[in-house]
């Protein structure tokens, strides 16, 4: 009997379990679709100014905006856009995972003699280097409670005055980047100095012809900084829906484990049900055969 109790709790913690992943699923569902309409709307405004930026900016010479300055990357930031919270399965540990791999691959030299900043969007990430003595700057784990461009842009801020400062020569960015509800691909790209725009571009670009006032040079400097702005935010953005994708998708699989576990814990319990009905039987019997022989 002890055996059919402890059955029964396991059947009662189960079903318990599998409700909150049934509920957090629909939560999750719900989010989704307002992070995806977010991505979604930036998307052509950020792809549209990046080649309208590539095609002013290749008659400039370099360094004719402080953002466009390559240096020798001795100091290297490298932002990690993670989440607030776990249950989304592999999500947050693969973006760390893909950073790490970064810093591993292309500055290694800097990260040994300590010029390897970190700056986390998300509790998950910034918990992890923090344990692990990063130099971590800041904390921007709010930015999801109230996530609009003028709240990422100050991080932007921030970084690009370091940049200007010389605080760091190179900043790198590592996202999720969403695709659907089910698939999120890792990005790893540089975000200062901003990259040049690659042949394939110029070539595409280079028969357009725009009408610029005032000049070519003042729209620039006024393009780059908001463009630069608007890259960190599309980043923020795509792991935003990134996120309550993959919490749905495995939320969904753990309420399908739990239905399964659900199923093999009542087998478990019908058959041990029928073992002590059948040991009782066998006992009544014998008890009716003895007595019936004395």
Same mark, same amino acid.
């Given at each position: 009997?002890?055996?059919?109790?402890?059955?029964? =709790?396991?059947?009662?913690?189960?079903?318990?379990?599998?409700? @909150?992943?049934?509920?957090?699923?629909?939560?999750?569902?719900?989010?989704?679709?307002?992070?995806?309409?977010?991505? @979604?709307?930036?998307? &052509?405004?950020?792809?549209?100014?990046?080649?309208?930026?590539? $095609?002013?900016?290749?008659?400039? #010479?370099?360094?004719?905006? &402080?953002?466009?300055?390559?240096?020798?990357?001795?100091?290297?930031?490298?932002?990690?856009?993670?989440?607030?919270?776990?249950?989304?399965?592999?999500? =947050?540990?693969?973006?760390?995972?893909?950073?790490?791999?970064?810093?591993?691959?292309?500055?290694?030299?800097?990260?040994?003699?300590? =010029?390897?900043?970190?700056?986390?969007?998300?509790?998950?990430?910034?918990?992890?280097?923090?344990?692990?003595?990063?130099?971590? @700057?800041?904390?921007?784990?709010?930015?999801?409670?109230?996530?609009?461009?003028? $709240?990422?842009?100050?991080?932007?801020?921030? @970084?690009?005055?370091?940049?200007?400062?010389?605080?760091?020569?190179?900043?790198?960015?590592?996202?999720?980047?969403?695709?659907?509800?089910?698939?999120?691909?890792?990005?790893?790209?540089?975000?200062?100095?901003?990259?040049?725009?690659?042949?394939?571009?110029?070539?595409?670009?280079?028969?357009?012809?725009?009408?610029?006032?005032?000049?070519?040079?003042?729209?620039?400097?006024?393009?780059?900084?908001?463009?630069?702005?608007?890259?960190?935010?599309?980043?923020?953005?795509?792991?935003?829906?990134?996120?309550?994708?993959?919490?749905?998708?495995?939320?969904?699989?753990?309420?399908?484990?739990?239905? #399964?576990?659900?199923?093999?814990?009542?087998?478990?319990?019908?058959?041990?049900?029928?073992?002590?009905?059948?040991? #009782?039987?066998? #006992?009544?019997?014998?008890?009716?055969?003895?007595?019936?022989?004395?």
């Amino acid at each position: 009997m002890a055996n059919l109790k402890e059955v029964r =709790n396991r059947i009662k913690s189960v079903s318990s379990t599998q409700q @909150i992943t049934k509920a957090m699923k629909m939560v999750s569902a719900a989010k989704l679709k307002r992070a995806t309409n977010a991505i @979604i709307q930036l998307r &052509p405004y950020a792809t549209k100014l990046n080649e309208l930026l590539a $095609n002013l900016s290749q008659s400039l #010479e370099e360094g004719s905006s &402080p953002f466009l300055k390559e240096r020798e990357p001795v100091r290297v930031l490298v932002v990690v856009v993670s989440s607030n919270r776990g249950l989304a399965g592999a999500f =947050n540990a693969n973006v760390i995972k893909t950073a790490n791999n970064l810093i591993a691959e292309k500055y290694s030299k800097q990260l040994a003699a300590g =010029n390897v900043s970190i700056i986390a969007i998300g509790k998950k990430s910034q918990e992890f280097y923090e344990r692990r003595k990063y130099n971590v @700057i800041g904390n921007n784990n709010d930015l999801y409670l109230a996530l609009n461009f003028e $709240n990422a842009s100050k991080i932007t801020e921030s @970084i690009m005055a370091g940049f200007i400062k010389g605080e760091y020569d190179r900043v790198e960015l590592v996202y999720n980047h969403f695709r659907n509800a089910a698939v999120q691909y890792l990005v790893a790209e540089q975000l200062l100095p901003v990259p040049k725009a690659e042949k394939k571009e110029e070539v595409k670009t280079a028969n357009v012809d725009y009408i610029l006032e005032p000049s070519q040079r003042e729209i620039v400097d006024e393009l780059i900084p908001k463009n630069i702005k608007i890259q960190l935010y599309r980043a923020v953005l795509d792991s935003n829906a990134s996120e309550h994708g993959a919490r749905m998708t495995a939320m969904d699989k753990a309420t399908e484990n739990a239905g #399964e576990l659900l199923k093999a814990l009542k087998l478990s319990y019908n058959q041990a049900r029928q073992a002590a009905i059948t040991t #009782e039987l066998t #006992e009544i019997v014998s008890g009716a055969a003895a007595l019936g022989g004395n």
